[in-house]
């Protein structure tokens, strides 16, 4: 990670950076879910200037899926609500999921399709099936994490659990999501999010903090999972990795997406930090003008930058 100079960019164009960065991941790495290592950097070279926002498997250029759409939800959630109304955010994603988004996590649609309450939803389906540990919370905190940064270190870390467990009710999903949100509260706040991640891992459940302590070490390379990307683990560890390694949001992001397998959500969730590091002006403009979010459930509204600048503005006020 680079350092940068001065004193950075500003809390709003780091704030901004955060939501738009996290979209622009996703759409990027969307074509090439499920794909190999490598494929996006053989399509697009170091130095390829135009054109990688391409499209595929079913998403226009610059399309971004259900990662930054269930993002948007949160986010419109927190500001209609003026907080944390955790029935009308789960509402939202109920609406949403009857709509047919063209993805959607195949445990997230189960909990919000299944005809539970809010309340009972995740954790029922997680004691039915004890498979809930996705990285489907972790995809679409960036809204959340800047919307609670500025409540502290506790609150974002609790608000991070809370909205995980309303689709995943395994409480080491709650964990991978809590550090995101106290990451993107340090960049935000311009210090080194980086530098920030051994006294991240104190905040960490005792129980779950060695899976942690391992994906997110200096030395964890993606090569060392030990699941699939889609899982939160190795997700969250992968984004650090790719963070840590590179020296611009561009350089980070294209290497989430190369590492191949679940590449929107692990660029969504590279976008997200390397944003608030490097700040909405860092995201090359080839990037932001293609990016859009269509948002299934609600009268077919599609999001582009200006809207979504809009919102970061709003969620960091
Ligand atoms: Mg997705």
Redesign the pocket.
């Known amino acids: 990670m680079t350092a940068l100079s001065g004193d950075g960019p500003d809390r709003a164009r780091r704030a901004a950076g955060a939501v738009v960065g996290s979209a622009v991941g ?1 759409a990027l790495g ?1 074509p090439f ?1 499920f794909g190999p290592a490598g494929a996006f950097s053989r399509r697009f070279p170091e130095g390829t200037t135009g054109g990688e926002m391409c499209g595929g498997g079913g998403w226009d250029p610059g399309e971004a ?3 930054t759409q269930m993002a948007v939800l949160v986010a419109e959630s927190l500001l209609e609500r003026g907080g944390l109304d955790l029935p009308d955010m789960f509402a939202r994603f109920q609406r949403w999921a009857a709509s047919e988004p063209k ?1 959607i ?1 195949l445990q997230t649609e189960q909990v919000l399709t299944g005809g539970l309450a809010w309340d009972d939803a995740s954790a029922i389906h997680f004691q039915t099936t004890g498979r809930a540990a996705g990285n489907g919370g972790l ?1 679409r905190a960036a809204t959340s994490a800047v919307y609670f940064a500025h409540h502290g270190q506790e609150a974002t870390t609790a608000a991070a659990r809370r909205i995980t467990a309303l689709t995943h009710g395994d409480s080491a999903v709650w964990e991978g999501t809590a550090v995101f949100h106290e990451l993107v509260r340090v960049a935000l706040e311009g210090a080194d999010p980086v530098a920030a991640v051994p006294r991240t891992l104190a905040l960490v459940r005792p129980d779950h903090r060695s899976r942690y302590a391992t994906v997110l070490a200096d030395g964890w390379h993606p090569d060392q999972a030990t699941e699939f990307n889609g899982a939160v683990w190795p997700c969250l560890g992968s984004a650090v990795w790719a963070l840590r390694t590179t020296g611009s949001y561009e350089a980070a992001v294209r290497a989430a997406v190369d590492l191949g397998g ?1 590449t ?2 692990v660029a ?1 969730v590279t976008g997200g930090l390397a944003g608030a590091w490097y700040g909405v002006d860092a995201i090359p403009t080839r990037w932001t003008e293609p990016l859009h979010v269509p948002l299934p459930g609600s009268d077919g509204r599609v999001l582009r930058l200006a809207e979504l600048l809009d919102l970061a503005r709003r969620l960091a006020a």
């Open positions: 996703d969307a879910e899926t259900d990662d993805d996590g995809m679940d929107d959500t969504a």
